[in-house]
């Protein structure tokens, strides 16, 4: 399934690349073959088959001739996204949807979605079947977690005493009927009734510690392991972000609870499952090999049925989550553009889209619980007629007068019911497990997505000059797309003021987040006063930096704090100065509340141009050695964007502030026209414009948005 909004085709590539024997994940395409959030051209997939040894054909067919193309093969859908047709049947086509996963699509749908083209993908003779898939590994995913074997280790004794005590009471019921009710032995009664009082009361006290160990042990197991989690997603880099929405980061990030409940406290159950299997089994054997067959019989068979659901009910939970994840996600745009929503009378629309992916989740996780409800009546069923063919065949022997005593089926039923729910469960264990493996997949791509390079390094040399020289810099944001920019020199001294100017989406933001060492550059280098970026350490660097994004944001809490991003240290005179110099503290002090007024991440009580200074204010907190503004006065009006201008121009550091505006660029001791700098677009992405290959499709019907 894809992580990424517009890794769609790649994943449809992933899935044709494995059917013919080339066993790889996304996880692998995603490193050998680089795309953006504009996501796969047609005739990038081609080339991304090729490089797999697939040879593409891309074709332009009516719906009707479906059927003729040589299957599995992607179909373009919905003019942006790519699925995998899998089957043509009667009532319609079987697609696997890197979305939603396999369904059937009726013909009439189909007829709504499939927008004409095609790609037939077949190995050409350079093809060979490999395997190239990242193995799956729990350690790597759960990383390091103090105490976990003390930990589990006081669970486990714990609960061993209380499965031995649990052991011992089918003795006092057997005692009870072979010994007492035959003899009348009425001290034995007062003893086995004293002893199995005693015995009740050590095990409700065992068992609430036990639940209070488990309770305590997985609060602080899943505080560490969130922690760890929380930190390395804040850690990733920024195409990370770009590239997902955000309620499929939460759903993803949610995963933790899962999995840290299934394989941490549950696998102290487990491992005692196993124990008193095995043990009851001993017991039973030693009762009666007749009719310990019969339990392990209906056991087996109860096996069977899970192992033959297995997958309908893997395939089920998945769509349920993957859904899920999809719901939040429209839960969280629609809170977020509410005004938007509002503005434009989408309010209806929107409640019916959420209400859609609401209802779709909700049938989903129906058909979960439908399995469910089969596998409870099968089990019923299954150990409902075991039990009947124990009483049956136990009472024969009991009555047959063999070695058997009617305390002796006593007991043995419950020994029965004891290793069955056992064992059922152990069984049950390793479905969640298994199944876990798709929590586990999903936590996979926040957890061991690399973070961000070159943060931390051993640079021990003094601290460089505020300049910065960019030598032969090339960055595009995907293999196969139009460089942004290439063979870029520029050289900016220690305390200049230089402005960045350039047409819109000619790459000036590109440009700044390159220089602010938040995207890669594929080709030359970034130095801060001589020395590499990679060298220095972006840490560092960012000690040095003071910078106000398109779209950066305030975080809950007051003025003063934002002003002084929560700096603990921070004081009243600080704040004060940073506001002053971004032209915006007689604006606060004018507010009831002054620096103690709240402020949102949303909505909040600042105007468009406040919220621009008190971010501005921010980044000058820092008393930044190399600032640099991407649009950071646009709000303003004429006379205040000057006074800021002038009051950053006084400072004596090193700016590059990114605008259109001519009072800004006019501000600053350099013009820097990007568009002079920067290299002619090359060719567009490969093959786009082959009209060759190409079946006319429109480039910006191909790229997968969903
Ligand atoms: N995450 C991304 N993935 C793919 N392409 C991107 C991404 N972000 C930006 N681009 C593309 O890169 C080009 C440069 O964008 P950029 O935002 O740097 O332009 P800009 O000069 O800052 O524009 P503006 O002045 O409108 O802010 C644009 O064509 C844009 O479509």
């Known amino acids: 399934m894809q992580s990424e909004a517009a890794e769609c085709g790649l994943a449809c590539l992933a899935m044709i690349a494995c059917y013919h024997g080339y066993e790889t994940d ?125 930990a589990l280790s006081e669970v486990l004794v714990l609960a061993l005493l ?47 510690l036990r639940s209070w160990t488990v309770m305590r042990f997985g609060t602080s197991l899943h505080l560490s392991w969130a922690g760890n989690v929380f930190s390395h997603l804040l850690r990733l880099p920024e195409e990370y972000f770009a590239k997902r929405h955000l309620g499929d980061i939460v759903s993803r990030f949610q995963a933790v609870h899962a999995i840290q ?99 779709d989740t909700l049938n989903r996780g129906l058909v979960v619980q439908k399995l469910n409800l089969i596998f409870g009546s099968a089990n019923t069923l299954i150990f409902g007629l075991e039990n009947t063919a124990i009483y049956w065949v136990g009472a024969l022997m009991v009555l047959g007068g063999a070695d058997f005593s009617a305390g002796m089926l006593i007991a043995f039923t419950m020994y029965a019911g004891m290793f069955t729910s056992r064992a059922s469960s152990l069984v049950n264990y390793a479905v969640q ?29 003094p601290a460089p000059a505020p300049s910065i020289q960019v030598r032969n810099l090339g960055f595009r944001y995907a293999e196969g797309e139009a460089w942004i920019v290439r063979h870029l020199d520029l050289d900016i001294a220690a305390g200049e003021s230089v402005a960045i100017a350039g047409p819109s989406g000619m790459g000036k933001t590109t440009l700044a987040k390159l220089l602010l060492g938040l995207l890669e550059p594929q080709e030359g280098e970034i130095r801060i006063g001589g020395i590499e970026l990679k060298r220095l350490g972006k840490r560092a660097y960012r000690e040095m930096l003071g910078a106000v994004l398109q779209d950066d944001t305030l975080f809950a809490g007051s003025i003063a704090d934002n002003i002084s991003f929560f700096d603990v240290e921070a004081t009243p005179l600080r704040i004060e100065a940073a506001s002053r110099l971004a032209h915006i503290h007689e604006d ?90 920067r290299e002619p677009a090359g060719p567009h992405p490969a093959g786009l414009h082959e009209s060759s290959r190409d079946p006319g499709v429109r480039p910006n019907e191909e790229k997968c948005d969903a």
């Open 162 to 208: 209380l499965e031995i005590l649990a052991l011992l009471s089918p003795l006092f019921t057997q005692a009870i009927i072979d010994q007492v009710l035959a003899d009348g032995d009425h001290s034995l009664l007062t003893v086995l009734g004293i002893g199995f009082i005693l015995m009740l009361l050590l095990q409700a006290a065992v068992s609430a």
């Open 261 to 359: 409940h299934t394989l941490t406290t549950r696998v102290v159950e487990v491992i005692l499952d196993g124990l008193m299997a095995t043990l009851t089994l001993g017991v039973m054997l030693i009762y009666s090999l007749k009719l310990s067959a019969i339990v392990l019989g209906a056991f087996l068979v109860y096996v069977l049925v899970r192992v033959l659901s297995y997958r309908v009910q893997f395939e089920a939970t998945s769509q349920q989550v993957i859904a899920s994840a999809q719901q939040q996600s429209k839960f969280l745009e629609a809170v977020r553009g509410a005004t938007t929503i509002r503005l434009h009378n989408q309010s209806a629309a929107q409640s019916a889209r959420y209400m859609n992916a609401t209802t």
């Open 26 to 150: 996304l996880a692998a395409l995603r490193r050998r073959f680089s795309l953006s959030l504009k996501g796969a051209t047609l005739s990038r997939l081609i080339d991304m088959g090729q490089a797999l040894g697939l040879h593409g054909r891309p074709v332009r067919l009516e719906l009707e001739e479906l059927d003729q193309l040589k299957r599995p093969c992607i179909l373009h859908w919905g003019l942006n996204h790519f699925v995998v047709l899998k089957e043509v049947r009667r009532g319609g086509v079987v697609i696997h949807d890197p979305a939603q996963g396999a369904r059937t699509v009726p013909w009439a749908e189909a007829g709504r979605q499939f927008t004409g083209v095609a790609l037939e993908l077949s190995p050409h003779a350079n093809f060979r079947k490999a395997r190239e898939v990242d193995p799956f590994n729990w350690r790597a995913l759960i990383g390091r977690i103090h105490g976990l074997k003390s």
């Open 588 to 677: 606060i002090v004018a507010m009831p509340m002054g620096y103690h007024s709240l402020v949102g991440d949303m909505g909040s009580t600042l105007s468009g141009g406040q919220r621009q200074r008190v971010i501005l204010a921010r980044a000058l907190y820092r008393r930044p050695k190399i600032l640099v503004l991407d649009e950071a006065t646009s709000h303003l009006d004429l006379a205040t964007e000057r006074a800021v201008n002038a009051a950053i121009q006084r400072l004596r550091i090193t700016r590059i502030v990114l605008a259109h505006r001519p009072e800004t660029l006019a501000s600053a001791q350099r013009v820097i026209d990007l568009s002079t700098l």
């Open 433 to 461: 497990v298994k199944m876990l493996r798709l929590q586990g997949q999903r936590l996979a791509d926040i957890v061991l997505t690399p973070p961000e390079r070159h943060v931390e390094t051993n640079y021990a040399g």
